[in-house]
């Protein structure tokens, strides 16, 4: 059974950084694109940045550059996205998705970890 | 950034109801646009790609039509299981963007 399973929920303070974990298992990660997306409190769903194997490179959304990594371990087929500077209005539920279909169509979803960020 | 609306916002619906969702973007993004529904307190679900593509495991009762920039997601006959958020998203430009949502509840 293919899934991923994401890391559990954080409470951090503003100015704090943060690491989120997606494990994939049933598939192998370098097969597939890989995303961050994020979703604040009864709002809409925001794309953070990902990695498609046709671009070869990690993208970041513009609004995060600077702020954001996402790395990746092939051999345990996980990724993670660390968010640095933390505000108050990135209080929100992250989420790691994954792609077989077509460029940038996020097929697979973890269950989302809520992040909360107090001052 | 491309920007995406929906419309309606929000719909109420019965069981067996034929409902039809609309997505616009605000350039022209061919046929890269897909379609999730959510639930509460659950992750997104892919319904839809590349404007028209069933996601293998839905229920035929989903389809998706357009190309450019207006596209429509079709419900054919409601069901109880269909209550929830659909979220249209382009896969065209970066950065990818979605849009607000289109909650449909129980009339």
């Known amino acids: 059974q293919v899934q991923l399973v994401q890391s559990g929920a954080e409470v951090k303070k503003s100015g704090a950084s943060v690491k989120v974990s997606c494990k994939l298992s049933?598939?192998?990660?370098?097969?597939?694109?890989r995303h961050w997306l994020r979703q604040a409190p009864g709002k809409g769903l925001e794309w953070m940045g990902g990695?498609?194997?046709?671009?070869?490179?990690?993208i970041y959304a513009e609004k995060f550059q600077g702020r954001v990594t996402m790395t990746e371990d092939t051999s345990t087929d996980t990724f993670y996205m660390e968010l640095s500077s933390l505000k108050s209005e990135d209080t929100a539920v992250y989420y790691c998705?994954?792609?077989?279909?077509?460029?940038?169509?996020?097929?697979?979803w973890g269950q989302g970890t809520l992040v909360t960020v107090s001052s | 950034d491309i920007q995406m609306t929906q419309s309606p916002s929000s719909l109420s619906a019965s069981v067996g109801d034929r409902v039809t969702i609309t997505c616009r973007a605000s350039?022209?993004?061919?046929?890269?646009l897909n379609w999730y529904q959510q639930k509460p307190g659950k992750a997104p679900n892919l319904l839809i790609y590349?404007?028209?593509t069933l996601q293998s495991g839905v229920p035929s009762r989903f389809s998706g039509s357009g190309s450019g920039t207006d596209f429509t997601l079709t419900i054919s006959s409601l069901q109880p299981e269909d209550f929830a958020t659909y979220y249209c998203?382009?896969?065209?430009?970066?950065?990818?963007?979605f849009g607000p949502g289109t909650k449909v509840d129980i009339k």
């Open positions: 990695f498609e194997p046709e671009d070869g490179q990690m």
């Open positions: 998705a994954t792609g077989r279909t077509t460029y940038a169509t996020f097929d697979m």
């Open positions: 590349a404007a028209s």
């Open positions: 998203q382009q896969s065209h430009t970066l950065p990818f963007t």
């Open positions: 350039l022209n993004i061919i046929t890269y």
């Open positions: 049933g598939y192998t990660l370098s097969a597939l694109s």
